[in-house]
């Protein structure tokens, strides 16, 4: 009993934090102009503003590209999601098909970035972070290794599988003092910024 009770305020933080995302969600989408300072939507200044914006091809055109973008990720995810395309990919690709799709949002994204003119993701990185990146596994690592070791029982194969890939995950997990050094001054960039007061507080 006392373990599912530790559960609880961590689900209820879970839920607060994705609560909080929606309302900000909706907030910044539906409210900018009431919280914004902006003036009110839906006066006779509103609806002119409307019909200038429509009829101006310099605003039209970005408009049609983001249609064009949320269309294509919409129709990809939809039409990859359907049973009957996912019966297709399966029948031909086999354990592949959650592959293809990954490959295919991954192709989607990329286009997302070329048609921005943001280029490859990586490309934004400074030459340091990039450098930490070589050195660096993904944390989710920590998972995996935790899903590995952390069982009631521990058969041989489950053994080689948890010492192998244990193994693998230290040896390519190689930062340096100058990793090191990166790392702490992001880490004071980020407490500055933090610490730093919001708009409209007091000094």
Known sequence: MAPALLLVPAALASFILAFGTGVEFVRFTSLQPLLGGIPESGGP?????WLAALQDRS???PLAW???????????????AAERMKAWTSRYFGVLQR???VACTALALQVYYHVLGLG???ALKSPRALRLFSHLRHPVCVELLTVLWVVPTLGTDRLLLALLLT???GLAHGLDQQDLRYLRAQLQR????????QDGEAE
């Open 167 to 169: 193994l693998y995950l």
């Open 45 to 49: 200044d509103a609806r002119q503003g």
């Open 190 to 197: 980020k407490l500055h910024l933090l610490s730093r007061p």
């Open 59 to 61: 605003i039209l055109a």
């Open 120 to 122: 490859e993701p990586l």
């Open 66 to 80: 983001d249609l064009g973008l949320l269309l294509l990720f919409v129709g990809q995810h939809s039409l990859m």
């Open 99 to 101: 592959s293809l799709y």
